[in-house]
């Protein structure tokens, strides 16, 4: 992700930054196991759900379902998926360096980056924001 041009005095004021910021932003991951897509599959729409708890996510659920399709069944300990964030809404989605999607969905945008850096987070944003700043 591209480091922020300016300083941040508090981590919320970081993560609302990235959430809002109509700037080019990317997630790396990179898979410690073997995994199954549909296991990715759920692993997302759990991260998504428990971040949009009041939304409808019907749609982005047949979203998640098309950007895993282009995943192995298999996905491999030390695969990777990139989520490349061009704009606000333009959205990427590479599995081992191949794009799988591409969209100008700002729904699906901002339910994936919601897994990362929304009220419910699946990982410690004090870790996060500290690896984005040091970054």
């Given at each position: 992700m591209e480091k922020p041009k300016s300083d941040f005095p508090t981590k919320d004021s970081l993560i609302t930054f990235i959430l809002n910021a109509n700037t080019q932003q990317r997630i790396?991951?990179?898979?410690?196991?073997?995994?199954?897509?549909?296991?990715?599959?759920?692993?997302?729409m759990q991260?998504?759900?428990?971040?949009?708890?009041?939304s409808d996510?019907?749609?982005i659920k047949e979203?998640?379902?098309r950007l895993s399709s282009g995943f192995q069944d298999?996905?491999?300990?030390?695969?990777?998926?990139?989520?490349s964030r061009l704009s606000k809404k333009e959205l990427n989605v590479f599995f081992n360096n191949t794009l799988v999607v591409e969209t100008e969905n700002q729904a699906l945008a901002d339910a994936l980056w919601s897994?990362?850096?929304?009220?419910?987070?699946?990982?410690n944003t004090e870790d996060?924001?500290?690896n984005i700043l040091v970054n």
């Open positions: 790396e991951l990179e898979f410690l196991r073997d995994v199954t897509r549909e296991q990715i599959e759920e692993a997302l991260g998504i759900e428990q971040n949009n708890a009041d996510l019907s749609k979203d998640i379902e298999e996905v491999e300990k030390h695969s990777t998926l990139t989520l897994i990362w850096f929304g009220k419910d987070p699946i990982v996060l924001v500290q």
